[in-house]
């Protein structure tokens, strides 16, 4: 039962087998003003209701006749992915929440549950399910196409993938909501926020601040800036960075390395707005836009317990991944160009030639340091060169001392047998001296770099990063 029948609406489904409990949802609904909702004591009913009806968010029971909640929720999850699950329960049982939470809902709360509780939850899973729609409308909006909108021309590529995230970036530039933008040291990140800010019309500046090694005082300081008096040698009020990035928007590198309690006051600006200056115990406001970056891998730092998920969530609202250039190689050559040019007007130098050999050499190189890696080394090569040509020697040697000898099996892979093995171990070996074995010269082949080692071993680099700390090589 409901209390609207217009079907352009969409609804809170509610699904219980007690009738007093659905009355009790029902008034704590209508107290907060919410009228568009449907009230279902039948799981049988649930399937069809959510085939005719535009739902927001399900707060569903568990144990319940015919159908449990646990099937309800695979259902939902299978064929209606974007729709958050509320478990409401009376089963307080830890397995339980382990196995709702691995089958994709949201949040779980235990009857008998307080109404804060409630639309606590309630409205975390619309907001999600708001933030959802707007990036799937953000995505119909994006299409892949070959120019580069103007604000992006100082990325130097053309790349499909990389136009693509331009396209999404220009999409998702006049948001107010936190931009995370992911990848490897040297790919680009500060470029990409630099271009995202001046693709937003923001009155007001892009602010930068590294937050690695900032402990909580002082990225507090210099975030926040503080009152007179309030700590030895504050000899008078400082406004902080938040303060200088009104009307604009401040950039956040090295995101993975802020402590936790600095992560919470982070959390508290993204969700209120608000911050409070050293000293200060009235919370101020801002406008500012947050764009964060980071090249750690946060899944795993959150599995480590030293990235809070709530924030993570709250800085995913738009996420872009920048690919490591040795997955855009088709750019070296427009890289190498535009460097060359850099290099040779700030030694106040005619440009050398491209040697025909170069992109050869450069192409067979992982690039760990990717974009900014390229650029010192053709710097390099520029204030090396004496003659019309690039010295290719400085190149040479510095790609040699970096990258070992690939191997090549004498033995094709179709043709190894029980014998070939044995032969190269002495006996044969477990599945876990394999693994050892692949890991470990990954990562050789990649000195030590975890991203560029799983992507030769074809897993996820959360999942190279998990494999690494159950079992150190």
């Not at 196995?99 to 509780?117: E, H, N, Q, V, W």
């Not at 009020?237 to 090295?254: K, W, Y």
């Not at 390229?374 to 990258?403: C, G, K, N």
């Not at 029980?418 to 876990?432: K, L």
């Amino acid at each position: 039962m409901g209390t609207t029948t217009t079907e352009d609406k969409e609804y809170i489904l509610l699904v219980d087998d007690d009738e007093t409990i659905l009355t009790r949802y029902q008034l704590m609904l209508e107290h907060e003003g919410y009228t568009d909702y449907i009230l279902c004591s039948n799981p049988l009913e649930v399937e069809e209701i959510l085939a005719t009806k535009a739902i927001q968010v399900v707060l569903l029971d568990l144990v319940m006749p015919h159908k449990d909640g646990f099937q309800i929720l695979s259902l939902i999850k299978e064929h209606y992915p974007h729709i958050p699950v509320i478990i409401v329960t009376g089963e307080d049982s830890p397995d339980k929440v382990v196995k709702a939470m691995k089958l994709g809902a949201l949040d779980y709360i235990t009857k008998p549950i307080s109404s804060s509780r409630f639309f606590t939850s309630l409205k975390n899973a619309l907001e999600m399910r708001e933030l959802h729609h707007e990036v799937a409308t953000l995505s119909t909006r994006v299409q892949q196409r070959p120019e580069i909108p103007p604000e992006f021309t100082n990325i130097i590529t053309r790349d499909p993938v990389m136009l693509s995230i331009f396209s999404y970036a220009k999409a998702i530039a006049p948001s107010p909501k936190p931009v995370l933008i992911t990848g490897e040291s040297g790919t680009g990140k500060e470029l990409l926020a630099r271009a995202i800010h001046a693709a937003s019309t923001r009155e007001g500046p892009l602010v930068t601040v590294n937050v690695a090694g900032l402990d909580d005082t002082l990225f507090s300081d210099t975030l926040f800036g503080h009152k007179k008096g309030a700590y030895t040698g504050a000899e008078s009020d400082r406004p902080g960075l938040i303060e200088r990035a009104r009307n604009g928007t401040l950039f956040l590198d090295e995101i993975g390395e802020l402590s936790i309690p600095s992560q919470i006051k982070l959390l508290r600006l993204l969700q209120e707005g608000e911050y409070y200056p050293l000293g200060e115990d009235n919370p101020r406001k801002t406008n500012a836009r947050v764009i964060a970056a980071t090249c750690a891998d946060l899944e795993a730092k959150q599995e480590e317990g030293t990235f809070r998920k709530d924030l993570y969530y709250r800085l995913m609202t738009h996420h872009i991944h920048l690919p490591p250039l040795r997955e855009r190689r088709g750019d070296i050559p427009l890289l190498v160009e535009a460097f060359i040019t850099q290099a040779a007007r700030e030694l106040g130098r005619t440009p050398p030639a491209v040697p025909p050999q170069l992109y050869d050499t450069l192409s067979s190189y992982p690039f760990p340091g990717n974009v900014r890696e390229l650029q010192s080394l053709i710097f390099d090569a520029v204030s090396r060169s004496t003659e019309p040509l690039l010295a290719m020697q400085p190149i040479l040697r510095y790609i040699q001392s970096r990258q070992k000898e690939p191997y090549t099996p004498t033995t094709p892979i179709h043709e190894i047998t029980y014998e070939t093995i044995v032969s190269c171990f002495g006996r044969f070996p477990t599945i876990d001296e394999m693994e050892k074995l692949l890991i470990r010269e990954a990562l050789k082949r990649t000195d030590g770099n975890q991203s560029a080692a799983a992507q030769i071993l074809g897993i996820s680099q959360s999942t190279l990063s998990r494999r690494l700390k159950k079992e150190p090589l």
